[in-house]
């Protein structure tokens, strides 16, 4: 049998039940340093029984008191933040009906991809694009705002020996592991993609076969003036003719990263790359990500088809409304929000202050974990059963535990705390397994004997709409600060194997110690020089979120979402930098 990696990750790996990748395509036989050490790390900092305020305690005891809490206040002051810790259907979508029946507070699941995905369906209805079977028939590619050496190894690994392009803000690992790189000023990739789609229409190299309305795109693109746009990317002419003449004569796939959707003006900017492709005639000619096209039915897993939160928060503003005592429970799988909301150190003095009660479900001792009222531990992806979908490839796949259970499963979880409520909603209740044959459209019991399945692509057939144009771009104040991917870790995860390192900042001027702020906050943080870092960018990596004083570097970010997924802007502007 077979079992696949829940963590946040584009390649979905499958491996066999001795845990070795599955030797094929896409996965080729190998994984990542994270997947390798997943066995080793299965017995390091377990959450190992449960506990209330730090004391070990029992099962019973703390749903008394979860429920207890509960029963105190409004639905609309309990929350419930779980984000994709583990991928499973089972683990991450099914648990939330318990809340949804409830009528909590639910998250907007805005934090990572949101924005990006909404910006293409604006065009094309649907976001999916490229499959891991079309990228061996493109013999070059853009790699735009993704550090797919570290974040996608088994992308990088069908492109790696093709013509690459990259677009950055800075010379990331694969912008130097390209052919080329093209350097940025953030904020303006929107700018970029209005610069080429100009040269490919003055050089008539549009093919208008797909899109809906070529000439009032046409109109748009040419309100633009071609100083606004080399002044705004930092890109001379001449370099946006070679990008337009790449697409012309070379038609490469473009994959869009996740970063851009986290950025200013980020919406937009997807929202016109996405376009490019269709201009010149290209269909699936680009990659984002193709969950939301694989007929899976998120809204069912999570009862929403019976059930409505009370209110949905966007995950760029929990911080806030914590902090003005509009949220005042939490209740937290999969996800460690005092490393990844905005305005996380909100949470932590609320906790520290009793005005919020928090209750985390983590099969590890994350940050969150360590401070909250109640930490119960879950099993790992290796101890339980599950099924696991992808967001670039199509398999679904049945994940047979391959060692014992230690903790409560989130379905167990779910129930047990609904019958301390008095709850017997039969949409708490309805068999899991039936509820994924309803939700994916698969025969389970073939999918348990086979190990794993191939989904349907939807892919819809209109053409491509041209229409929203971005109105106001915004232009970018100061430094920015950049996040990106380590290879060595998954988000916060992986510390116990590879070690925590804190508020490292790499900047082209200061070394040393000194400060980040903004009008949010204010963090103590350790300067590296790297000289190849454009001025006034600086660049953290994503799994070392805490400062020097173990407080959250997201205490500096604010509420500022975008336009169309509501995705936090993290790669934020504004920070001053102060030297000790
Ligand atoms: N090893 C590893 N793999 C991961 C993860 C991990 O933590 N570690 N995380 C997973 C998750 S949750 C996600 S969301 C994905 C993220 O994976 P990616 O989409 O690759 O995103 P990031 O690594 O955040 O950043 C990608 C690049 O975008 C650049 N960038 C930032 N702002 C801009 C901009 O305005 N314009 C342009 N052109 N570039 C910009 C950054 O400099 C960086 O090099 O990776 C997943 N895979
Ligand atoms: N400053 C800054 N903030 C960011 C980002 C950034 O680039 N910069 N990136 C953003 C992005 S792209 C994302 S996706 C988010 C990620 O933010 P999070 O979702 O908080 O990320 P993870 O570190 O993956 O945390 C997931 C938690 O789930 C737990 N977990 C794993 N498996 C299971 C399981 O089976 N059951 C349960 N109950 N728990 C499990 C893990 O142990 C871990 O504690 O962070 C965002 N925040
Ligand atoms: S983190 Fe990504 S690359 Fe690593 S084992 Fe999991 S799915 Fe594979
Ligand atoms: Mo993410």
Redesign the pocket.
């Known amino acids: 049998m077979v079992h696949a990696c829940t963590r946040?990750?584009?390649d979905t790996c499958i491996f066999d039940d001795n845990h070795k990748p599955l030797d094929i395509f896409p996965f080729n036989g190998f994984t990542?340093s994270?997947g390798i050490a997943d066995l080793k790390r299965n017995s390091l900092n377990r959450i190992d029984n449960v506990y209330i305020e730090g004391k070990p305690s029992s099962i019973d005891k703390a749903l008394d008191l979860i429920a207890k809490e509960i029963r105190k206040r409004k639905k609309e002051e309990i929350i419930h933040v779980d984000y994709?810790g583990n991928q499973g259907l089972l683990t991450w979508y099914f648990p939330a009906r318990l809340w949804n029946v409830l009528g909590a507070a639910s998250i907007d699941y805005s934090i990572?991809?949101s924005e990006g995905h909404e910006a293409i369906k604006l065009h094309y209805r649907n976001s999916i694009g490229a499959l891991p079977e079309d990228f061996p028939k493109y013999d070059s590619f853009i790699i735009?705002?993704?550090?797919?050496v570290?974040?996608?190894i088994h992308g990088w690994n069908l492109i790696k020996d093709k013509y690459k392009v990259t677009?950055?803000?800075?010379v990331?690992e694969?912008a130097k592991r390209s052919d080329k790189y093209y350097i940025?000023k953030?904020?303006?990739?929107a700018y970029l993609a209005i610069g080429i789609m100009k040269r490919l229409f003055e050089r008539n190299w549009v093919d208008l076969s797909l899109v809906d309305n070529p000439e009032e795109l046409r109109e748009y693109i040419f309100s633009f003036e071609d100083e606004e746009i080399e002044e705004a990317t930092g890109l001379d002419s001449s370099k946006i003719n070679e990008l337009a003449e790449m697409y012309h004569y070379r038609r490469p796939l473009t994959i869009i990263?996740?970063?851009?959707g986290?950025?200013?003006n980020?919406g937009d900017?997807i929202s016109l790359i996405s376009l490019i492709p269709a201009l010149i005639g290209m269909k699936k000619g680009f990659f984002y990500a193709n969950s939301h096209g694989l007929g899976i039915d998120f809204r069912y897993l999570r009862g929403l088809h019976k059930h409505s939160p009370s209110r949905i928060v966007g995950m760029a503003e929990v911080g806030k409304e914590v902090e003005e005592g509009k949220i005042t429970f939490m209740f937290v799988w999969n996800s460690n929000p005092l490393h990844s909301l905005p305005m996380s150190d909100r949470i932590y003095e609320a906790v520290k202050e009793g005005r919020l009660f928090l209750v985390v479900h983590d099969p590890y001792w994350s940050e969150t974990a360590k401070i909250a009222n109640v930490a119960l531990p879950a099993p790992t992806y290796l101890e339980k059963e599950d099924v696991v979908y992808s967001y670039w490839h199509n398999y679904l796949v049945y994940n047979k535990p391959m060692l014992p259970k230690r903790g409560l499963t989130e379905v167990e979880l779910m129930r047990m705390l609904a019958v301390k409520l008095e709850i017997t909603d039969d949409v708490v209740f309805e068999d899991e397994w039936l509820a994924i044959g309803k939700a994916t459209g698969v025969n389970v019991t073939e999918l348990k004997t086979k190990g794993f399945v191939k989904l349907l692509p939807r892919y819809p057939e209109d053409k491509v709409r041209v229409k929203p144009f971005p109105d106001k771009l915004k232009k970018p104040n100061g430094n920015i600060i950049?996040?990106?991917?380590?290879?060595?870790?998954?988000?916060s995860q992986f510390k116990e194997i590879y070690g925590d390192r804190k508020g490292i900042v790499y900047n082209s001027e200061f070394e040393g110690i000194g400060y980040l702020s903004t009008k949010y906050g204010k963090v103590r943080v350790m300067f590296k020089r790297d000289a190849s870092l454009p001025r006034g960018i600086l660049?953290v990596h994503?799994?070392f979120l805490f400062d020097l004083d173990g407080k959250p570097i997201n205490s500096i970010l604010g509420f500022g979402k975008g336009k169309y997924g509501n995705t936090p802007i993290i790669?934020t502007d504004s920070v001053e930098t102060i030297k000790a």
């Open positions: 946040d990750c584009y990542c994270r994709d990572c991809s735009w705002g993704s550090e797919l570290f974040s996608f677009i950055d803000v800075r990331s694969t940025v953030p904020g303006s990739d990263g996740f970063a851009l986290r950025s200013i980020g900017a950049v996040f990106s991917s380590h290879p060595n870790y998954t988000n660049f994503k799994s790669n």
